[in-house]
């Protein structure tokens, strides 16, 4: 199929460049002739490669975009006719600025724009194409706020685009606008997070002015969204993650893959803690690693603000994350009592001279 197209498109240019070199256009030589027609050729067959690639949402976005603009053209020119000497030297000039404009603003911003249509809201007239679910990925307020999406769209492997709806963004104005502290530097921090993908080169970010009047919540509005455009959700929210996946909406959940890249520890290795304060059992001692997994340490009580090196024993995988139990090393803890016992018994030795 492929090779066909290559002659088909070579045979298109070899014909145009013909009718160059006979028609001579523009009274040009044959030769110069012939190499207008090939670049005409060419040209057309770019734009047409270009569009075979564009799905049908885009394509249905630029041809109403194109009229949109051609019709915002004829008005303009005809106003401004009205206003300029019909003798001017410069009134054709304008007509034909303002008309390639005004179309390629309206094919590009058409075009843009096509992706939000709902093909399927047309009964299947035009749904022969099977939608592309990767494209769209819609945010919650929580996702938002926790900011991590942020970092992974500067790693580039998030793919598509991020749609944040209205009624997300009225959410996140009202934690925003919030009288208690700690509620409003939530709220702001996630504008801030929203400015920041905006500006990321990595993804594209698009508001959806599209509300869901039957739903009242946010997140049930954002599970009809999903079903509707066919598109995944991204959130950290354990509730919502549960309610889209049993409506059949596929959800990204942040805390998942955040889970997922945490290094992976065996039984038996070693490794080196800083442990920060007691456990709840007697004796144990709690450290954190780098990404935030906690680190339980048998008869680690003894050593809270050092570093020491630990052999774990079993990694437990909960809903909220990972725990990694471990035991202190026995020349750690023996070498800690003997430095007891030696202070100890210096401090015997002291009393007794005095």
Not at 39 to 53: D, H, N
Not at 67 to 76: E, K, M, Q, T, V
Not at 197 to 213: A, F, T
Not at 237 to 262: I, P, Q, S, T, Y
Request: glycine share 12%; charged share 20%; net charge positive.
């Amino acid at each position: 199929m492929t090779g066909e197209i290559f002659f088909l498109r070579g045979g298109f240019i070899l014909i145009l460049a013909l009718a160059g070199f006979l028609m001579q256009p523009f009274a040009l030589q044959r030769s110069w002739g012939a190499v207008m027609g090939g670049l005409v050729g060419a040209a057309i067959v770019l734009v047409e490669s270009r569009v075979r690639q564009a799905n049908l949402k885009r394509l249905i976005g630029a041809a109403v975009g194109s009229l949109l603009g051609i019709s915002g053209a004829y008005l303009f020119t005809q106003a401004l006719s009205q206003a300029l000497p019909r003798s001017s030297n410069n009134l054709s000039f304008v007509y034909v600025l303002v008309l390639i404009v005004m179309t390629y603003v309206g094919l590009m911003v058409g075009a843009a724009k096509g992706e939000m249509l709902n093909l399927a809201a047309l009964g299947g007239l035009l749904g022969g194409e099977k939608p592309n679910k990767e494209m769209f990925k819609l945010l919650d307020t929580s996702v938002i706020i926790d900011g991590r999406i942020a970092d992974i769209a500067e790693t580039g492997f998030l793919e598509g685009v991020l749609v944040i709806p209205q009624f997300v963004l009225r959410e996140l104005q009202l934690v925003a606008d919030s009288p208690e502290p700690v509620k409003r530097n939530r709220g702001r921090r996630g504008l801030d997070i929203l400015q920041r993908l905006q500006k990321s080169r990595y993804v594209k970010v698009q508001i959806l002015d599209e509300d869901v009047p039957g739903s009242r919540e946010v997140d049930m509005k954002l599970v009809e969204l999903g079903k509707l455009y066919g598109c995944k959700i991204i959130t950290n929210d354990f509730n919502l993650n549960k309610v889209a996946r049993l409506h059949g909406v596929e959800v990204l959940n942040v805390n998942e893959l955040a889970n997922a890249l945490k290094p992976v520890v065996l039984p038996g290795e070693t490794m080196q803690v800083h442990i920060l304060k007691e456990g709840k059992e007697p004796n144990q001692g709690i450290a954190y690693l780098d990404d935030g997994t906690m680190v339980v340490v048998e008869n680690g009580r003894r050593m809270i603000s050092k570093t020491v090196e630990i052999t774990v024993t079993s990694v437990l995988q909960t809903a909220a994350g990972k725990m990694i139990f471990g035991r202190l090393e026995e020349r750690q803890g023996g070498t800690s009592e003997r430095g007891v016992n030696d202070r100890s018994d210096a401090g015997r030795a002291r009393v007794r001279s005095a």
